[in-house]
């Protein structure tokens, strides 16, 4: 049985090892872990003794502490210690490495790393990525520390639990952690993106990997086009197309504008035909237009459509439209009626029609209709969203607010799509 305290890796790495007999067999060199359930957990210590290395198995350890690592050990018994590529050492593998804290939505650095007993195993139990981390490594630290405590100024504690990391070294993917995974989905799609502002492409690659392709591609859309190229560069095309079908057909659109036309065709003829045909459509319009601005997922009904049947197709068609506030009510050739608002419909007698509903006096404006007048339609009268009309007058896409924001007021991580580069 091996006795275990919590230890940062920082105290006892070179630290002697001492067999039964009080004999020194070396100094702790790194640690070699695997993927536990809930932790990583330490299988074997690699030694250093003079100018060779060997590996010692945790079952032979006695004490494993800050003060003192003694085993159950004969040099008979000590085996070589041969590097495999699957293994995942500590020291080399993950202290001073970047990492990324779910939990906070961020990259980190690896300072130390905190071990400790969990169910009788040696187990990483986080890791920390503030001052302290690096005072303990390095000439006069704890002096620093001391004095701060004397001071009553501690410096703060920094641990983030392993539960919260997720591994972006690719040779690290078997790491990765569950939880790690699950709670990185739940990540609003500018945080993933700044995250992957942060970090190399191929890694970034590997944490898109880990999401799914909405997710994927909201990131995506999220971040520079400098970055974006970067990251699609890494990724093989089916891939990106099948990420592209899962975003709404203006982001895609954005996207694949940014792209040299070989590029974006080759990419259109991997996307389902009529996802394909959506964003070709949205690709033909000058960015700085409505037509460039607007998307064509939205929902209009006939005005005989009952609010019954309104609410039965929604449900069926909600999966597919990124924003729902207004509902659009047109003939049979696409002229726009009229519109319901979302809370007059949801407020309305099931057997009402959209026709008996809708708002008459619609505001809206043509493909040819410049962002600025876009925004300005939008602020005078505190609209959500604004329908955008074909040189016919049939209704082929709204503009929401989050568009006009995005122009006006842009993310630092990302900029709209200008002209197709050739």
């Known amino acids: 049985m091996t006795f275990i305290t919590d230890v940062y890796l920082s105290e006892i790495l070179k630290k002697d090892v001492i067999n039964q007999y009080?004999?020194?067999?070396?100094?702790?060199?790194?640690?070699v872990i695997v993927p536990g359930i809930r932790f990583p957990s330490v299988t074997k210590l690699v030694i250093k003794d003079k100018n060779r290395f060997f590996e010692l198995p945790v079952e032979r350890l006695n004490l494993f502490n800050r003060f003192v690592i003694t085993a159950h050990t004969t040099e008979e018994k000590h085996l070589p210690y041969i590097y495999n590529e699957s293994d995942i050492l500590v020291k080399k593998d993950i202290l001073d490495k970047q990492i990324l804290d779910v939990n906070g939505a961020k990259v980190v650095r690896v300072n130390d790393l905190k071990l400790g007993d969990v169910d009788g195993n040696i187990c990483v139990l986080g890791i920390d990525v503030g001052l302290n981390g690096i005072l303990r490594r390095v000439d006069g630290g704890r002096l620093l520390q001391n004095a701060m405590m004397l001071l009553n100024k501690p410096i703060k504690e920094n641990i983030i639990n392993w539960n919260f990391l997720q591994t972006i070294d690719p040779d690290l993917r078997n790491l990765t952690l569950n939880v790690a995974r699950r709670q990185l989905s739940r990540l609003h799609p500018s945080d993933l993106a700044q995250i992957l502002t942060e970090i190399p492409p191929e890694q970034?690659?590997?944490?898109?990997?880990?999401?799914?392709?909405?997710?994927?591609?909201?990131?995506?859309?999220?971040?520079?086009?400098?970055?974006?190229e970067k990251l699609l560069n890494e990724m093989d095309k089916e891939t990106i197309s099948d990420i592209l079908e899962e975003m709404p057909p203006d982001e895609a659109a954005d996207i694949l504008g940014d792209m040299p036309e070989e590029?974006?065709?080759?990419?259109?003829s991997l996307m389902e035909k009529e996802e394909a045909e959506e964003v070709k459509d949205l690709l033909s319009y000058e960015d700085d237009t409505a037509g460039g601005l607007m998307t064509s997922e939205f929902l209009d009904f006939l005005p005989d459509t009952t609010v019954d049947e309104t609410l039965a197709n929604m449900r069926l068609l909600v999966p597919d439209v990124e924003f729902i506030y207004y509902i659009y009510v047109v003939d049979t050739d696409d002229h726009l009626l009229g519109v319901v608002s979302l809370r007059r419909l949801l407020t309305s007698p099931l057997d009402a029609k959209l026709g008996d509903l809708m708002a008459h006096n619609v505001k809206y404006v043509h493909h040819d209709a410049k962002r600025k007048e876009v925004a300005e339609l939008i602020s005078k009268y505190d609209f959500i969203a604004i329908p955008v009309l074909d040189e016919h007058d049939?209704?082929?896409?709204?503009i929401t607010v989050d568009d006009i924001i995005d122009l006006f007021v842009p993310n630092p991580?990302?900029?709209?799509?200008?002209?197709?580069r050739q």
């Open 413 to 420: 991580t990302r900029r709209r799509r200008g002209l197709r």
């Open 263 to 268: 590029a974006s065709e080759e990419l259109l």
């Open 394 to 398: 049939a209704l082929s896409g709204v």
């Open 204 to 228: 970034g690659t590997e944490i898109l990997a880990s999401v799914d392709e909405e997710l994927a591609g909201e990131a995506l859309h999220e971040v520079s086009a400098e970055v974006r």
């Open 22 to 31: 009080g004999k020194k067999i070396g100094g702790l060199w790194d640690l």
